[in-house]
């Protein structure tokens, strides 16, 4: 039963993956949309794995005047939630980290991490936050290690104003082609007889 679990797992993972795809679209397509872009970019900074830019690509795209304002939005969010997930594992790194860290045996490794954040965090928050890589981990190490708040939301920011007005450009560029690919689909391929 368990082999039949594993073989279904991918599948499962995708379904659910796309249910929260619709959710976060949904939401920032509703009457409230910048307010929805907005919270759908904070869950996706603290506790959905989906990139944001799949939601918020179309968004751009049927109204390329807006895209500015979708991008500030959608960066807005994502520092809040960055932030959120940055304090939390600050505040309460004594009372769930740390007992987690004795009980693994791993004081060692959480070691070399602080050591990483010390000589050259921002450049691996900035790192982590610009790629597709989770920016939970980014975040949650970072408050966990005790990096500096204000060089935290400034990579953070940067990293992400980055990824946001980029896509921004791309579709005042590409347009509603950028769109299609962020949904996953192909782009239309407009046939010229020569």
Do not use: H
């Not at 995708?14 to 929260?20: D, E, V």
């Not at 004081?107 to 070399?112: S, T, V």
């Not at 982590?128 to 408050?143: E, K, N, R, Y």
């Amino acid at each position: 039963m368990a082999k039949n679990e594993k073989q279904q797992s991918p599948s499962s993972m995708r379904q659910k993956l796309k249910i929260w795809q619709d959710r976060l679209a949904t939401l920032a397509a509703g009457r409230k949309g910048l307010w929805g872009i907005a919270l759908a970019s904070f869950m996706e900074t603290t506790i959905i794995p989906i990139p944001i830019e799949i939601v918020i690509a179309p968004v751009m795209a049927a109204s390329r005047a807006r895209g500015f304002i979708v991008a500030t939005v959608t960066l807005a969010g994502s520092v809040a939630g960055a932030l959120a997930l940055y304090l939390l594992a600050y505040l309460l790194f004594d009372d769930l980290a740390q007992p987690l860290i004795d009980m693994a045996g791993g004081q060692a490794q959480f070691d070399d991490l602080q050591t990483k954040f010390e000589t050259g965090g921002f450049w691996m928050v900035f790192a982590i936050s610009v790629t597709p890589v989770p920016m939970q981990i980014a975040a949650l190490a970072a408050g966990a290690a005790s990096y500096p708040v204000w060089l935290f939301v400034i990579a953070i920011s940067a990293s992400r104003a980055l990824r946001y007005y980029g896509l921004w450009l791309l579709v005042l560029g590409f347009g509603a082609g950028i769109a299609r690919i962020f949904e996953g689909r192909k782009p239309k391929v407009s046939r010229n007889s020569g």
